[in-house]
């Protein structure tokens, strides 16, 4: 197994992404919660491959069968909680130069550096995205206990190339750009269940689509950075330093394949302010203290401050390109040129966005069960 994280909440992942299937087991889930399987499904669509222009051709059904932790009434009743996907659509003699000739940007060149070529070649094994199936099926099921606490998490893609969306609005936390944030999310939601390329304007999606299908008719690939927020966080959850929220929500953020760096609230241009620039004011509103910028980006201290949490995370572009590149032969340790066949995603942010929603869940359910705020508790 590939154990996630957690302290409460913990989640295991396993399978390989050509094995026969791949799965996810959850311990510590509240019990007495009714799963919405139909809502779950609907929501692994968002991640499975081969459904558009911008994605792998590769086909999965990605429908997660739970094995265990339900009861007879489909509730949470304590024990942990099990899912399998089946892999179905495999064609791993795509990968059999790989074997021997590493892919430059992959983990083919680390796995043999590490188990001397017993690791699982094809499709990159444990390595790859596919594990990021029975990631959403843990994420999944933590957005819909966090639902029945107000906490609403949504993502989009910020950038790609050089096209960028329209941001979150949620470094001011006043009531309206609180409304704005609101507004943001519900046309993403909209989105989702047309299927649309995942950003706020739509104008920016095809531009962005326009840099892909560039990429990818030129044999190449691009990155981008994959935007999260979530709203309606109570102040107080979470630890302090290496038990903080923003930690919990770093360390499955970089265990996503590809993400190759993360920020928060107004990230690395900190560098650039002065104290009296990021410092957050704070005021008496409702009868409550809340800040009224949000630069932090919803944590201090590794403990929410009652602002939306607010995260960037930059994914690189996809190893897997029809280009010729230099590489090595394992085998004969020689230098040598590869050229990669098989079925990749061009640009993997799009299918990132809702990987990066399940992160976010699970931290925060995790910080939530472990660190509540004194005046609250699961019920």
């Known amino acids: 197994m590939s154990s996630l994280f957690g302290t409460t909440l913990r989640v295991s992942i ?5 094995s026969q299937a791949i799965g996810c087991v959850i311990d510590g889930l509240p019990a007495g919660f009714k799963l919405n399987e139909d809502a779950l499904q609907e929501f692994m669509s968002r991640r499975a491959p081969g459904q558009n222009a911008w994605s792998t051709p590769r086909k999965e059904a990605d429908a997660p069968q739970i094995v265990s932790g339900l009861n007879d009434r489909g509730e949470t009743c304590g024990a942990p909680l099990a899912a399998l996907i089946y892999n179905t659509n495999t064609r791993s003699g795509d990968y059999d130069e790989l074997r021997r000739v590493p892919r430059p940007g992959h983990a083919d ?6 188990w001397h070529g017993s690791q699982d070649v094809p499709g990159g094994g444990h390595f790859s995205a596919r594990l990021t ?3 959403c099926v843990a994420g999944g099921i933590a957005l819909q206990l966090l639902a029945q606490h107000g906490i609403r998490i949504a993502a989009h893609v910020l950038q790609v190339a050089d096209k960028k969306d329209e941001p979150f609005d949620a470094l001011v936390n006043s009531p309206a750009a609180n409304d704005h944030l609101n507004e943001q999310m519900d046309a993403l939601q909209s989105g989702w269940k047309s299927r649309s390329f995942p950003t706020i304007d739509n104008t920016a999606a095809e531009h962005m689509k326009d840099a892909i299908a560039q990429a990818r008719k030129q044999g190449d690939s691009v990155g981008g950075v994959v935007e999260c927020v979530a709203r309606g966080m109570p102040a107080g959850i979470g630890g302090p330093r290496y038990d903080g929220l923003q930690g919990s929500i770093a360390r499955v953020v970089f265990g996503i394949p590809a993400v190759k760096g993360l920020e928060f609230g107004t990230g690395f241009d900190v ?3 002065t104290g009296s ?3 957050d004011p704070y005021e008496i509103r409702d009868g409550m203290v809340v800040p009224t910028t949000n630069n932090a980006g919803g944590t201090l201290g590794g403990i929410s401050t009652g602002a939306p949490i607010l995260f960037r995370m930059a994914v690189k572009p996809t190893p897997s390109i029809a280009l010729p590149q230099q590489s090595v032969d394992l085998e004969e340790m020689r230098e040598a040129t590869l050229e990669v066949r098989g079925r990749h995603d061009p640009c993997v942010a799009a299918r990132a966005v809702p990987i990066a929603e399940a992160a976010m869940a699970l931290a925060i359910l995790d910080s939530w069960l472990t660190f509540p705020p004194s005046s609250s508790e699961w019920t």
């Not at 396993?14 to 050509?18: I, L, M, N, Y």
């Open 133 to 135: 199936a029975p990631l």
């Open 109 to 114: 060149f680390t796995a043999w550096a590490k």
């Open 14 to 18: 396993f399978g390989q992404s050509h």
């Open 271 to 273: 560098a650039s302010m």
């Open 277 to 279: 620039q990021n410092n």
